[in-house]
Nanobody, 115 residues
Framework: QVQVAESGGGLVQPGGSLRLSCTAS????????MGWYRQAPGKQRELVAIIISGQWINYTDSVKGRFTISRDNAKNTVYLQMNSLKPEDTAIYYC?????????WGKGTLVTVSS
């Protein structure tokens, strides 16, 4: 069982920045596939960014050039730096861990982009 917890959400004005953090339990964190997903009201959950290792990273098109995913294996933490935020980025952001064919989710953190 992997415990996952997100933090860092909040209210930000359009054009602003936020950094989300996600910690996951386990001694083999470096092997986990880590991802950030989001779910806006009335919409399906979508993949935002995924990081398999320091070399393989992918983003959904709508956040390319604005969001950056990174990980610190020594701290069992993955980050999502979000810049140039837009109202359409408003959503609950979830951290996902994939390990040995299993998916583990955090409870989510709310990001609201509004003036």
């Amino acid at each position: 069982q992997v415990q996952v917890a997100e933090s860092g959400g909040g209210l930000v004005q359009p054009g602003g920045s936020l950094r989300l953090s996600c910690t996951a339990s386990g001694s083999i964190f470096s092997r986990y596939v880590m991802g950030w997903y989001r779910q806006a009201p009335g919409k399906q959950r979508e993949l935002v960014a995924i990081i398999i290792s320091g070399q393989w990273i992918n983003y959904t098109d709508s956040v390319k050039g604005r969001f950056t995913i990174s990980r610190d294996n020594a701290k069992n933490t993955v980050y999502l730096q979000m810049n140039s935020l837009k109202p359409e980025d408003t959503a609950i952001y979830y951290c996902n861990v994939k390990n040995n064919g299993m998916d583990y989710w955090g409870k989510g953190t709310l990001v609201t982009v509004s003036s």
